[in-house]
């Protein structure tokens, strides 16, 4: 699914983006998605995003499953009641 995204840009690079695009007979968008492509492979080294590797861990918690459970039972619990007298 395409999103739609405004940036503010230098007229060099309109032009630059318009020109590119001219010469290589594809849209500026395909220039635009190409060259963030291209470029995230130079930073990171690889095509992908490692999703699982970028966020392993992030789960971990210092409180045990059932202790955040009661938490938030407890939290939810207070707000009903409070609403609904």
Do not use: P
């Amino acid at each position: 699914m395409d999103k739609i995204m405004s940036t503010r840009v230098d007229e060099s690079v309109t032009f630059l983006l318009d020109h590119l695009a001219q010469k290589l007979h594809t849209s500026k968008k395909n220039v635009v998605e190409t060259a963030i492509r291209m470029y995230s492979e130079k930073v990171n080294g690889q095509n992908d995003f490692d999703t699982f590797k970028e966020t392993c861990g992030v789960w971990k918690r210092d409180e045990s499953a059932s202790a955040t459970i009661k938490k938030a039972r407890k939290t939810f619990n207070s707000s009903f009641t409070r609403h609904c007298l």
